[in-house]
């Protein structure tokens, strides 16, 4: 028998708290199917602590050690989410609803949020989320010889730009940044300097798989809907939504880097910083999560955990039975234009000096000085 024709790719996993499960699925199968090999993977929030999990349980044994440490990683903030005070009431276990809105615990919650800032609300920093992280990942396995090369994404407080972690900057902290929720946690201080949710400025960051390998290859794994149809009108659903639109601008904004600097190699024209054309492909869980609120987002029951994960899972495999053959020779996710943008215009939008200071913020925060110069 001919072995499978493996093909390597490069993963972006969006955050979305226990919606992360749903990402998990989509790693679980793909794993479990083989015939991708993760050359690379970015995450912000909840896809952060996946592409931790992931790659600390590759390095310990394969792609069988991954689904395991995947596994035993949710298990634990299932574990953990036992002693939440948002717990669904009754009625939605027996009615099979999954939001926890209107529970006491979640008004209770969301009331100390919008009232007191974390720094008042709580003195003590407590966070039982970093206890999962902490002794679930093994971060000294992300430096070991074969680690996938990770990228962890978290927001610089004081400058408001995006801060890439990767190689040996990656540890429970910079997790934890990527995941603090402004609203929620305390900005998490790593060398004296503040940081907030990657996801304000990168969810997840692209930019990276411009130079991180010779891969063209990315998938995205969304779980975030961009288009939500209807008007909301409740307090919570306007937050909300908005909360979606904040969340996904960023990553709108470098698929539409990538769909010019792909024009710009269509058209003979020579991208700045010798950055190539990426191949995009996405995972969405627009159809699994339309009936699911925001608030499930707060529900870490091992049953929600595991109805999420069996979504992933199935989405991937629609995904891998449409589309693998695909990757390594065209992308599959579109994202606009593409080589029908006329030169003229690329030359009139001064689409080079964009690029470079969009990578600069991205891939070199330091040349975020020179540029204001």
Not at 318 to 338: P, R
Request: glycine share 10%; with cysteine.
């Amino acid at each position: 028998m001919a072995a499978p024709d493996i093909k390597p790719i490069n993963l972006a996993l969006q955050g979305g708290g226990s919606h992360g499960a749903f990402t998990w699925g989509v790693l679980d199968r793909l794993l479990e199917d083989g015939r991708l090999k993760f050359a690379a993977v970015s995450g912000t929030s909840a896809g952060a602590m996946n592409a931790a999990a992931l790659a600390d349980g590759w390095a310990r044994g394969g792609s069988d050690g991954a689904r395991e440490r995947l596994h035993a990683f949710w298990r634990a903030v299932a574990e953990k989410g036992r002693f939440s005070p948002v717990q669904r009431m009754p009625w939605d276990v027996f009615w099979g609803n999954w939001s926890v809105e209107n529970t006491p615990g979640f008004v209770w919650f969301d009331l100390m949020s919008r009232a007191f800032s974390p720094y008042a609300a709580n003195p003590f920093n407590i966070n039982p989320l970093r206890d999962v992280v902490e002794n679930e990942i093994n971060f000294d396995n992300l430096k070991a010889p074969n680690a996938i090369k990770v990228f962890v994404s978290a927001t610089n407080v004081e400058t408001g730009q995006l801060r890439i972690f990767s190689d040996g900057q990656i540890g429970a902290d910079a997790v934890m940044a990527s995941a603090c929720l402004p609203q929620i946690f305390r900005a998490v201080e790593i060398d004296g300097v503040p940081y907030w949710d990657g996801g304000y400025g990168g969810n997840p960051a692209i930019a990276p798989f411009f130079r991180a390998n010779d891969v063209a290859d990315v998938l995205l794994v969304q779980i975030n809907p961009v288009i939500r149809e209807g008007t909301p009108k409740t307090a919570n659903e306007i937050q909300n939504r908005v909360d979606e639109i904040t969340f996904n601008s960023a990553l709108l904004h470098e698929l539409e880097i990538i769909e010019r600097v792909n024009a710009m190699i269509a058209l003979g024209q020579r991208p700045p910083d010798d950055v190539r054309g990426l191949l995009m492909h996405r995972i969405d869980a627009d159809e699994a999560f339309k009936d699911l609120s925001a608030s499930s987002k707060l529900n870490a029951e091992w049953a929600f955990l595991e109805y999420l994960r069996d979504l992933g899972r199935q989405a991937a495999g629609d995904w891998l039975e449409e589309n693998f053959d695909k990757v390594g020779k065209e992308a599959t996710l579109k994202l606009g234009d593409g080589p029908g943008v006329p030169a003229a215009a690329l030359r009139s939008h001064g689409l080079g000096r964009r690029v470079r200071e969009f990578l600069a913020t991205r891939i070199q925060p330091e040349a975020v000085k020179r540029l204001r110069r």
